[in-house]
């Protein structure tokens, strides 16, 4: 929807997705309705007593919607269509990285040796999957400039205590015990929630003026305790660290290692590598800069690539590949002897199909492709930005660092709300009735109002245009009447929900039937 | 909510935080600002009775639907009484930021403490710079 056709500001009669509540599918079932009509057995019927010891079997039946196959479909579809997604409109989640998804993915991941492959297959007969495994790994360490990968961290969180636990363990091989974890004041909530997790002390380092690691700052908390720095580059603000070298320099004097959150990976991908930069350990989000479907959308994956002098400690197995000397091409296997290792993070590699997709779309782009792919997505972060520097936006949205940006930008809504009564959450909600999803909200939290967007390379012209058009109405709109934005939204499936009121007093039982 | 207000009788940290000095005690709480900035707060876990406090330092959390923000105690001392009443209604912090929002009671360990402290002059002139 373009601003030319501006939504309803008010609120009217509700729409029939404000009359219909969302319901389960435990809510729409009825005793004695089935989907499906099974023939009896033609075989005997062994009682169930005789299979299973009657310690572990059910005293009563599992309470099991039952509901028949047209009223499951629309009960899904309908639940779908309350959604906001990709497929819908533009997702300017900052350090989300919401790009398209490509279909060919989708068809090269569902083809039944990809699809249907046993998690227990014996690897003699999967070499193909773990062939693409030993191929995505290579890749990836090419992209990350650092030699050794693996697969199994599950998201970049996991990803994240991989780092940690393999920083711990590089320590503890040296006969080291150190207590600290370095992270900067604009890191994602998810390093320092690691870092706990991990059982080390959190140390925040101060952001300069730039924007980037305040120096003194890191050298004065930079000390023979410190195991490690999380970093992003460029950080959530858009902006690239310029003293990355120097950096990684303090770290590797004090011993610690330097972990990158690849959470921004979207922005250098083909210009330049973290291995470079200095970094140890590196996680990349595979539902992020690989275009694996994510935010519900299908299972993360967060890879990690590491130095030489990390690899002993990688989790095993590793998969690896022997050449045979009789002229049969290489084979692959899993690695178990690795007396070193910081363990198994998972039990299966269950999310393989998200390999499958992140191969096909490396293999799609090609090495050169990657690049234009970062290179666009900057590209395209810089056109927005200019277009939303100019006219209300401009006055009312300013910079939160005046520095160019790479893929995102962090605004802040600080003098709408001043001068207008508007706050960013009222201006996110707004948007929703244009048809645009809101970029992150509130984050990084030292900039006040904070609104952090990232079009990514996947936005036409034309639609970046469209969003700041729309952003320059809601403006428009809280100039004339403040009440509009702030009793927003009124056209989505929810109107203003209780926030507050949902964490204060969380209902997170669902009773069956 | 109510309007920004900054009592002429309260102490200020520079990290938005008052100090009412009552005799040889003092009660912390948020200001206005911070409380504005914070958005409404859903969770404050009361730190203990006879817990230390430092001055600049951090001594409890409140969680807001935006972010977990530490809480800077603007004096030194030792906690003699906390609003257990925050417990089941935090939004009184909101609502009440010098009133019923009150955080903790502390038994001040240094008087002259005061002195680096702002009045609300000086408070509502940093927050405007």
Same mark, same amino acid.
């Given at each position: 929807m373009s601003p030319q056709t501006a939504p309803p500001s008010t609120a009217e009669v509700p729409t029939a997705q404000q009359r219909d509540h969302a319901t389960t599918i435990y809510e729409r079932s009825v005793p004695g309705r089935r989907a499906a009509d099974l023939p009896a057995a033609g075989v005997p019927e062994t009682p169930i007593e005789e299979l299973i010891p009657?310690?572990?079997?059910?005293?009563?039946?599992?309470?099991?919607?039952?509901?028949?196959?047209?009223?499951?479909?629309?009960?899904?579809?309908?639940?779908?269509?309350?959604?906001?997604?990709?497929?819908?409109?533009?997702?300017?989640?900052?350090?989300?990285?919401?790009?398209?998804?490509?279909?060919?993915?989708?068809?090269?991941?569902?083809?039944?040796?990809?699809?249907?492959?046993?998690?227990?297959?014996?690897?003699?007969?999967?070499?193909?999957?773990?062939?693409?495994?030993?191929?995505?790994?290579?890749?990836?360490?090419?992209?990350?400039?650092?030699?050794?990968?693996?697969?199994?961290?599950?998201?970049?969180?996991?990803?994240?205590?991989?780092?940690?636990?393999?920083?711990?363990?590089?320590?503890?091989?040296?006969?080291?015990?150190?207590?600290?974890?370095?992270?900067?004041?604009?890191?994602?909530?998810?390093?320092?929630?690691?870092?706990?997790?991990?059982?080390?002390?959190?140390?925040?380092?101060?952001?300069?003026e730039q924007g980037g690691v305040d120096m003194d700052d890191l050298r004065e908390k930079a000390d023979d305790q410190v195991a490690c720095l999380m970093l992003t580059n460029p950080n959530t603000l858009g902006l690239f660290d310029e003293n990355i070298a120097e950096i990684a320099e303090i770290l590797h004097s004090v011993g610690g290692t330097l972990y990158y959150d690849g959470a921004n990976l979207n922005a250098i991908m083909g210009r330049s590598r973290p291995g470079d930069m200095g970094f140890d350990i590196v996680h990349v989000n595979l539902h992020k800069s690989f275009s694996q479907p994510h935010g519900g959308g299908g299972p993360g994956s967060g890879p990690i690539a590491v130095s030489d002098r990390i690899e002993p400690f990688l989790p095993k197995p590793q998969v690896v590949r022997t050449s045979e000397g009789n002229g049969s091409g290489p084979t692959f296997d899993l690695d178990y002897d690795r007396p070193k290792a910081i363990g198994r993070l998972r039990g299966f590699q269950g999310n393989f199909g998200v390999f499958v997709r992140?191969?096909?779309?490396?293999?799609? $782009?090609?090495?050169?492709?990657?690049? !234009?792919?970062? &290179? =666009?997505?900057?590209?395209? /972060?810089?056109? %927005?930005?200019?277009? @939303?520097?100019?006219?209300?936006?401009?006055k009312y949205l300013p910079l939160g660092v005046d520095r160019r940006p790479m893929h995102e930008f962090v605004l802040s809504a600080s003098?709408?709300?001043?001068?207008?009564?508007?706050?960013?959450?009222?201006?996110?909600?707004?948007?929703?009735?244009?048809?645009?999803?809101?970029?992150?909200?509130?984050?990084?939290?030292?900039?006040?109002?904070?609104? $952090?967007?990232?079009?990514?390379?996947? !936005?036409?012209? &034309? =639609?970046?245009?469209?969003? /700041?058009?729309? %952003?320059?109405?809601? @403006?428009?709109?809280?100039?004339?009447?403040?009440?509009?934005?702030?009793?927003?939204?009124?056209?989505?499936?929810?109107?203003?929900?209780?926030?507050?009121?949902?964490?204060?007093?969380?209902?997170?039982?669902?009773?069956?039937? | 909510m109510n309007a920004a207000a900054y009592p002429e009788d309260l102490k200020y940290h520079p990290e938005h935080d008052w100090a009412r000095v009552e005799g040889d005690e003092a009660v912390f709480g948020i200001t206005w600002y911070a409380q504005d900035a914070l958005g409404e707060v859903v969770f404050y876990e009361p730190p203990a009775v006879g817990t230390t406090v430092d001055k600049d330092k951090p001594y409890t959390e409140l969680e807001s639907v935006k972010a977990v923000s530490e809480i800077f105690a603007p004096l030194s001392g030792e906690i003699v009484a906390v609003n257990e009443a925050l417990g089941d209604a935090p939004e009184a912090i909101n609502s009440d930021p010098y009133g019923e929002g009150w955080l903790v009671r502390i038994k001040v360990n240094d008087p002259s403490e005061l002195d680096a402290l702002m009045d609300s002059a000086a408070y509502q002139a940093m927050l405007d710079g």
């Amino acid at each position: 929807m373009s601003p030319q056709t501006a939504p309803p500001s008010t609120a009217e009669v509700p729409t029939a997705q404000q009359r219909d509540h969302a319901t389960t599918i435990y809510e729409r079932s009825v005793p004695g309705r089935r989907a499906a009509d099974l023939p009896a057995a033609g075989v005997p019927e062994t009682p169930i007593e005789e299979l299973i010891p009657k310690s572990l079997l059910r005293e009563r039946p599992a309470e099991l919607p039952e509901i028949a196959e047209p009223e499951i479909v629309r009960h899904y579809n309908r639940l779908s269509r309350r959604n906001f997604d990709l497929d819908t409109g533009m997702y300017p989640l900052g350090s989300c990285t919401m790009k398209h998804n490509p279909r060919l993915n989708e068809r090269v991941a569902a083809l039944p040796g990809h699809a249907r492959l046993h998690p227990a297959q014996d690897p003699r007969r999967a070499q193909g999957a773990l062939e693409l495994m030993w191929n995505l790994q290579q890749s990836l360490a090419e992209i990350c400039g650092l030699p050794h990968v693996s697969l199994q961290p599950s998201a970049g969180s996991h990803g994240e205590l991989a780092g940690l636990l393999l920083t711990r363990a590089y320590h503890a091989d040296r006969g080291e015990q150190r207590t600290k974890v370095l992270t900067p004041d604009t890191a994602h909530g998810t390093n320092p929630a690691t870092v706990s997790m991990a059982g080390y002390e959190v140390v925040r380092v101060a952001t300069s003026e730039q924007g980037g690691v305040d120096m003194d700052d890191l050298r004065e908390k930079a000390d023979d305790q410190v195991a490690c720095l999380m970093l992003t580059n460029p950080n959530t603000l858009g902006l690239f660290d310029e003293n990355i070298a120097e950096i990684a320099e303090i770290l590797h004097s004090v011993g610690g290692t330097l972990y990158y959150d690849g959470a921004n990976l979207n922005a250098i991908m083909g210009r330049s590598r973290p291995g470079d930069m200095g970094f140890d350990i590196v996680h990349v989000n595979l539902h992020k800069s690989f275009s694996q479907p994510h935010g519900g959308g299908g299972p993360g994956s967060g890879p990690i690539a590491v130095s030489d002098r990390i690899e002993p400690f990688l989790p095993k197995p590793q998969v690896v590949r022997t050449s045979e000397g009789n002229g049969s091409g290489p084979t692959f296997d899993l690695d178990y002897d690795r007396p070193k290792a910081i363990g198994r993070l998972r039990g299966f590699q269950g999310n393989f199909g998200v390999f499958v997709r992140s191969y096909a779309y490396i293999l799609s $782009l090609g090495g050169d492709g990657l690049q !234009e792919a970062s &290179e =666009t997505s900057v590209l395209n /972060a810089n056109y %927005l930005l200019s277009r @939303l520097s100019e006219g209300r936006t401009g006055k009312y949205l300013p910079l939160g660092v005046d520095r160019r940006p790479m893929h995102e930008f962090v605004l802040s809504a600080s003098k709408a709300k001043d001068d207008l009564g508007v706050k960013t959450l009222d201006i996110a909600k707004r948007i929703l009735d244009f048809g645009f999803h809101p970029p992150t909200v509130y984050f990084p939290l030292l900039i006040e109002e904070a609104l $952090l967007m990232e079009p990514t390379e996947t !936005e036409t012209r &034309e =639609t970046l245009d469209d969003f /700041a058009d729309t %952003l320059e109405a809601v @403006l428009e709109e809280a100039e004339s009447d403040p009440a509009i934005v702030t009793g927003a939204p009124y056209t989505t499936p929810v109107r203003r929900l209780d926030e507050a009121g949902a964490a204060r007093d969380p209902v997170i039982r669902q009773p069956l039937g | 909510m109510n309007a920004a207000a900054y009592p002429e009788d309260l102490k200020y940290h520079p990290e938005h935080d008052w100090a009412r000095v009552e005799g040889d005690e003092a009660v912390f709480g948020i200001t206005w600002y911070a409380q504005d900035a914070l958005g409404e707060v859903v969770f404050y876990e009361p730190p203990a009775v006879g817990t230390t406090v430092d001055k600049d330092k951090p001594y409890t959390e409140l969680e807001s639907v935006k972010a977990v923000s530490e809480i800077f105690a603007p004096l030194s001392g030792e906690i003699v009484a906390v609003n257990e009443a925050l417990g089941d209604a935090p939004e009184a912090i909101n609502s009440d930021p010098y009133g019923e929002g009150w955080l903790v009671r502390i038994k001040v360990n240094d008087p002259s403490e005061l002195d680096a402290l702002m009045d609300s002059a000086a408070y509502q002139a940093m927050l405007d710079g």
